[in-house]
């Protein structure tokens, strides 16, 4: 049997395999049975910047403390309190209950009280923090550059405040995504998770409203992720990057190790299959590199990332459109 132990942002996996960061992660009885399938580390529901103040302003408007200041700010401050109050103990419980790492999770769109937040997590006992951080670039008159520098901004702070490992979730949305990747790995960031899925809007033609989108992934979103990971592991030595999206069984999970993924985040097949999904992909690895003969994940991984594959230009843009040229 092949070993499937690896090192992902400093941190030792009995194999690549890690749940991310959703419902199925948010309470003691999931996160066992997760690593009681063999998971290889576990990434906690994220602790919401926007949902924490949204809860805290729905309590003061319920209230009607608004009339009184002081009691406004003392409910924003319990609503706050109590939230990451729950979310620690939930760190300090699984760190008892299971033996895979736990990576707590934040979820912002500023920098402001989230760097204290860090702090508590890791005093909580986490074994790393994944910051899921997405700025919509809404105002004309920014630049790019301007954007980028809040996610450097935010490591620095972060880093400032902690020594666990970091690790940036982030989009495929910039417009030099190398370059960010290159300035973090530049920084320090210990890992990246390549990309984040959003709640997308959808519009509901017959009754004329918003609504969500699907929100859960298709196996077909692998190819995005598996373009950027082939990309970014060929170009960028020394960045440990998880892949996220699209990961719905063990043979994407093989393909985006072949691309050069250090790890692969798996949550939209787990909620679709249960998580006996788990086994069966850590299974479908096993056979394949004991059929391939790879002894162990460094044997292979990154073996068709852009750096190593012999026509790399494959994985680039243009090629989508010289082979449908053929066909038009």
């Given at each position: 049997?092949a ?13 690549p395999?890690?749940v ?7 309470n003691?009885?999931k ?24 809860e805290?302003?729905?309590t003061?408007?319920s209230?009607e ?13 319990y ?6 109050s ?13 033996d895979?790492p ?15 937040f860090?702090k ?28 980028e520098?809040?996610?450097h901004?935010?490591f ?31 920084d ?8 984040n899925?959003?709640?997308e ?8 409203t ?7 992934s ?9 373009r ?9 030595h020394?960045?440990?990057i998880?892949?996220?999206t ?14 050069g993924?250090?790890?692969v985040?798996?949550c ?6 249960g ?26 991984r990154?073996?068709?990332n ?7 230009e ?15």
């Amino acid at each position: 049997m092949a070993d499937l132990t690896t090192k992902f942002a400093g941190l030792e996996l009995k194999n690549p395999l890690i749940v991310g960061s959703s419902g199925l992660t948010d309470n003691i009885s999931k996160i066992k049975d997760i690593a009681a399938q063999g998971a290889g580390a576990v990434i906690l529901k994220s602790l919401f910047e926007e949902q924490i103040s949204y809860e805290a302003q729905n309590t003061i408007a319920s209230n009607e403390a608004n009339e009184y200041p002081e009691a406004a700010d003392y409910i924003k401050e319990y609503t706050k309190d109590n939230s990451l109050s729950d979310y620690l103990n939930l760190i300090r419980q699984a760190k008892k209950e299971v033996d895979i790492p736990i990576i707590a999770s934040i979820n912002c769109i500023t920098v402001s009280e989230w760097i204290s937040f860090a702090k508590s997590i890791q005093e909580a006992g986490a074994d790393a923090l994944e910051v899921n951080v997405f700025i919509l670039p809404m105002d004309r008159n920014q630049k790019s550059e301007n954007y980028e520098m809040v996610y450097h901004d935010l490591f620095q702070k972060i880093r400032d405040k902690i020594t666990i490992p970091v690790i940036f979730k982030i989009s495929q949305q910039f417009t030099n995504l190398l370059g960010v990747l290159n300035r973090f790995n530049a920084d320090g960031v210990n890992g990246v998770t390549l990309f984040n899925r959003f709640y997308e809007p959808d519009i509901d033609i017959e009754n004329l409203t918003l609504k969500s989108a699907e929100v859960f992934s298709n196996p077909s979103d692998l190819r995005k992720v598996l373009r950027w990971v082939a990309i970014a592991s060929g170009k960028i030595h020394g960045l440990d990057i998880s892949a996220s999206t699209g990961v719905h069984d063990g043979n994407a999970m093989i393909k985006l190790l072949l691309g050069g993924s250090t790890t692969v985040q798996v949550c939209s097949s787990i909620y679709k299959n249960g998580t006996g999904i788990i086994p069966d992909m850590i299974k479908e690895l096993n056979q394949w590199m004991d059929n391939k003969g790879f002894e162990n994940i460094k044997a292979f991984r990154g073996k068709l990332n852009y750096d190593k594959f012999e026509n790399p230009e494959m994985y680039e843009r243009s090629q989508f459109m010289k082979y449908f040229s053929n066909h038009v």
